[in-house]
């Protein structure tokens, strides 16, 4: 890296003009500029000032002043609005899956602009139009939705029906009124009646001149919600829609001319996966945004606290709030977080790159569906975990900033509202912590059952193959500083992850030896103990990471006590949350079993 002094003069770093914050600048500790370098690199900064720059002088970009837009105008401004981010091209739609940093970047700057925008624009570039999964009575389960694609072999068409209003698509972004086009999703339905499960089909929509429903849609916009009511949200109804056979995405079954059903994927539970493996693109995706959204928050709630002051040790001598314990101790956790956590966002996001490639590639091989698995586990977690974990932290910042925390100028009520999502779609949080704890669970039935060895493409299992071995560790802490090293915390964090999986294992056999099915087994035990393993691992997973990161040798040496501390910070905080799990741990067997 060049040094500092050489850089000092970049006009991508310019320093910031003189005013209330110049003071608390000047007590860092670290140089902000060579810590910004480091984090972002140079081009990705150039990158994120080009966007940044063009929408600031763009006056299409300006937000209105006064009262707020109605739901139409906002919508009608956002559609214009990205069709003018298409028009500055900076990143062409052919150079995304070879930049994965920048796609990453221009979803995060468009995102800190508004969220209507950012996903408006990238539904289009992803897959033209909109992607329609969800329906009116169905969402996590997603095996139970009811649209159907009935296959004609006579005219080579497939039939998609709604049977009723609760099967109509709904939530679906872009479809409100724009989409002319939508990737739906419908149960595959071969002759003589045999449903091969829910398959994707390009079904047109509107008349891409008119934007009038087709032939037997029913389409339209679902109202006013709680946040990002620029983006046309909508339902769709269809009554016997025929489309032609090549219209069905035939990536994991396909169907003969004839009728039948073809598919190199036998297994039919890894036949659904494949179907649905773009939900954990999606899933990463909002790991970004909520970090994103947290960034904002704690943003605007340090630099308040920063240069507001209340009381002092005397009458004339008023102390800025962030000086005082109570204050770092609300916000700066959050501040940790979101370095934490975007750095998980980031190589979360070229992990899936990787993945992508082994599917565009059409690798079969074991470790590409091993890879597919652990992302899915990785992606449903860390949904979880970030969009919790922003949520959390943008209600803690606009209560530090106090009654003017409340004012609609700042920004925070409207993250809170545009977050809130997050930890909705693409999967209820809590459902989704389902699918990582059912990960965990499998990876020791299979090393119970046959002896195999506990590891994963990228690592993020492997230490659980010494499971037995970690148990016996205990914490050798004397002091407040060997908190400091976020190894310590790291080595705590292996203890729990491995003691919520025994626990849930054995809770998990119990309920099964007792006579209660699979699906009652495995309700009776997601409170205790599967839903905090889910979490406790994708925590692990994250601290990991960070504590990877800030300690290789590339760090410049300015930085490394910023790093680590961020760090260690980040790790303390986290494991703190399961205080009462850490001592039930060391507790008898049979307090346990009192449990």
Not at 100 to 107: E, R
Not at 296 to 309: C, G, N
């Amino acid at each position: 890296m060049v040094p500092l002094g050489e850089r000092s003069n970049d006009p991508v770093l310019p320093d910031p003009p003189q005013g209330p914050l110049h003071v608390a600048r000047a007590h860092a500790s670290f140089p902000w500029k060579e810590l910004a370098l480091f984090w972002e690199g140079e081009d990705m900064l150039r990158f994120k000032k080009t966007i940044f720059s063009a929408l600031e002088n763009d006056p299409l970009f300006a937000h209105p002043r006064g009262s707020r837009l109605s739901v139409e105008k906002y919508q009608e401004l956002n559609f214009l609005r990205c069709k003018r981010v298409f028009e500055y091209d900076f990143l062409p739609v052919g150079d995304m899956l070879g930049s994965l940093p920048k796609v990453l970047a221009l979803i995060e700057c468009l995102g800190m602009y508004d969220w209507s925008l950012a996903t408006k624009f990238f539904l289009h570039v992803l897959i033209f139009g909109c992607f329609a999964l969800t329906e009116v009575s169905h969402g996590s389960n997603t095996k139970g939705m009811r649209t159907t694609a009935h296959y004609d072999p006579t005219t080579q068409e497939f039939i998609i029906h709604s049977p009723d209003f609760e099967a109509a698509k709904f939530w679906v972004g872009n479809m409100g009124k724009t989409a002319t086009h939508a990737v739906v999703f419908a149960q595959l339905y071969t002759p003589g009646g045999r449903c091969h499960g829910l398959h994707p089909f390009l079904v047109q929509i509107r008349d891409p001149k008119t934007l009038l429903p087709m032939p037997g849609v029913m389409v339209g916009d679902i109202g006013k919600k709680l946040g990002q009511n620029g983006l046309d949200n909508g339902f769709a109804m269809f009554h016997k829609v025929r489309i032609p056979r090549q219209d069905l995405l035939n990536r994991s079954g396909d169907i003969t001319p004839e009728g039948a059903y073809v598919t190199h994927v036998k297994d039919v539970g890894q036949r659904f996966s494949e179907s649905l493996g773009s939900l954990s693109a999606n899933r990463v995706a909002i790991v970004g945004m909520s970090v994103v959204n947290l960034k904002l928050a704690v943003s605007i709630a340090l630099r308040f606290s920063a240069t507001r002051r209340q009381f002092g040790p005397t009458d004339k001598e008023e102390v800025p709030v962030l000086e005082y314990p109570m204050q770092q101790w609300r916000l700066l956790p959050y501040l940790a977080a979101a370095y934490a956590l975007d750095h998980f966002s980031k190589s979360l996001f070229l992990d899936l790159g990787e993945l992508q490639q082994g599917l565009l590639g059409k690798d079969r091989s074991v470790r590409q569906a091993e890879l597919g698995r652990e992302i899915h586990a990785l992606s449903s977690a860390g949904k979880a975990l970030a969009s919790w974990t922003a949520q959390r932290g943008i209600q803690e910042c606009r209560e530090a900033c106090g009654g003017h925390g409340y004012l609609a100028m700042n920004r925070l009520g409207d993250l809170r509202d545009d977050n809130d999502p997050n930890c909705t779609y693409e999967g209820d949080n809590n459902v989704l912590l389902q699918q990582t704890s059912n990960y965990l669970l499998g990876l020791l039935a299979r090393r119970d059952q046959g002896g195999a060895r506990i590891e994963s493409p990228l690592k993020t299992v492997d230490f659980l193959d010494a499971y037995p071995d970690i148990l016996g560790r205990r914490f050798e802490g004397s002091s407040p500083e060997d908190l400091l090293d976020s190894s310590v915390p790291l080595a705590a964090y292996e203890w729990l992850v491995c003691y919520l999986l025994r626990e849930s294992y054995q809770r998990l056999s119990q309920e099964k030896r007792s006579g209660r099915s699979d699906f009652e087994a495995r309700n009776n035990c997601q409170v205790y103990h599967c839903r905090p393993l889910a979490l406790a691992f994708l925590e692990l997973t994250v601290v990991r990471r960070f504590h990877e990161y800030a300690h290789q040798p590339r760090v410049p040496p300015p930085l490394r006590a910023v790093l680590r501390r961020l760090s260690a910070l980040y790790a303390v905080w986290s494991l703190g949350q399961h205080t009462a799990l850490l001592y039930r741990g060391e507790t008898p067997a049979r307090s346990r079993a009192a449990y």
